[in-house]
């Protein structure tokens, strides 16, 4: 009899086990950054050049604000404020939607897209799937369907940006005869990159010309013309910092700041490349570091994350209309050439024309975007490259940074003095205009160091 009563009451146990309500799942602003790490790794591993990376984050980081900005009264829909956006669509009431999780769900699912290892993002998704469904099966479902149907919506708009059919156009012809005009560097003296990439739709700009620089200075390799003065600066720079040994603050600042996707590197008859991030990762880098100090919550990591990537994307966009406008030679050709056939520069040259510095417009333009976030005097240690063997670097500002990495491609070998400071101008009024243009938190665009949600 006993035995009988304690299995009813195993039973009865059970039965109370079963219909217990599932546990709501719950999704950090940690999920989110893990996301965006592990977009970023892939990314290293598939070598995209920056302008891409760009790309690459901002749709995704888009997809996932929209779906946030759905639920969260404090922030409006991009729709109408970046070109070609409309609404997404709206999930169904009687739907158990997560909307967290529908973000990040998103945010997964266009970044595979992206990428080209797909796998890599596949099992990292599975992975995920997995617990949630665990957790609460009919949560999970709904959120997921209705994640996959804003990435679709998000994909149909991106596919109008004209990146499918920039990769059909006449790669980048190289001018033999002007002297002023790029050349292909050494070690592996790839072609230009990405010579179409400002017919890319942009985010919020106008026009990829809209914040055309003043022109460099004229070409010119006469002793005492500013053209030739700037050439030699960078010479006499190089060998001045390299001089100093391991002690040098400039190497090291130059180093920290490399963000070149691929390094070729020839040791006899073997050639092979390593990796690193992209400038813009770094900055979506930084984006972390800021969102975790300040303990952002989910919804504002994402705006954080979002507003960001735009002012990246759009700026290199226009760094890179001008770079195949003025077409201009890089120093390690000309001091080859007229002051020192051995010199190299402290890093490598990347693939395409000089002027004007990436890093420089790309950098300003996140350095004054993430100000409109998190304020002027945002001090912050920046960790982004230990991965890759570098020390913690320390800022007192966001515009600091970006000035220190404008600075780092003259100390590199790599950029005129011109380049680095017209860029950095270029990038900041491209900054100015987006933080004008966009209105995307309704209780102003300046956090107070705290968390918002």
Known sequence: MKAF?????????????????????????????????????????????????????????????????????????LQGQVDGLGSIPKPDEQAAVNYKLSALIAHIELSKRLIFSEERIETYRDSLYGRWNDQNKREFE???????????????????????????????????????????????????IEPHWNKIRPFVLDSASQFRPAPPPPF?????????????????????????????????IAQFWDCNPYV?????????????ISPGAHWIGITKIACRKVDYGFDDSVFAYAKTSIAIADGFISCWDEKYRSNLIRPETLINEHIDDNWKPVLQTPPFPEYTSGHSVVSGAAAVTLTSIFGEDFAFD???????????????????????????????????????EIGIDQGQSLGRFINDQLSMRKTGELAENKPQS
Not at 41 to 69: C, K, L, T, W
Not at 389 to 418: C, D, K, Q, T, W
């Open 5 to 77: 009563f304690g299995s009813i009451l195993c039973t009865a146990v059970v039965m109370v086990s079963c219909n217990k309500p599932a546990e709501p799942i719950e999704i950090t602003a940690e999920d989110f950054h893990a996301s965006v790490d592990k977009v970023t790794e892939v990314m290293v591993h598939d070598i995209f050049s920056p302008p891409v990376a760009s790309r690459i984050y901002a749709y995704p980081n888009i997809a996932a604000y929209e779906i946030m900005a759905l639920q969260n009264e404090k922030y409006n829909s």
């Open 382 to 420: 920046d960790d982004t490259e230990l991965q890759y063997g570098l020390p913690v670097r320390s800022f007192n500002s966001f515009i600091e940074a970006s000035e220190e990495a404008a600075i780092s491609r003259m100390y590199g070998g790599i950029h005129y003095r011109a380049a680095v």
């Open 220 to 252: 010119s390799m006469e002793e005492g013309s500013a053209f030739y003065k700037e050439v030699k600066e960078v010479y006499d720079v190089s060998r001045e910092i390299t001089a100093k040994g391991d002690s040098s603050e400039e190497v090291a």
């Open 142 to 192: 709904a959120s997921r369907d209705y994640g996959l149907e804003v990435a679709e919506f998000i994909a149909g708009w991106m596919d109008q940006d004209n990146y499918k059919q920039t990769r059909t156009m006449s790669k980048f012809t190289v001018d033999t005869e002007d002297p002023a005009r790029w050349q292909p560097t050494p070690p592996s003296y790839m072609e230009g």
């Open 264 to 276: 070729s590197v020839n040791r006899g008859h073997l050639m092979f490349a390593t990796k690193k």
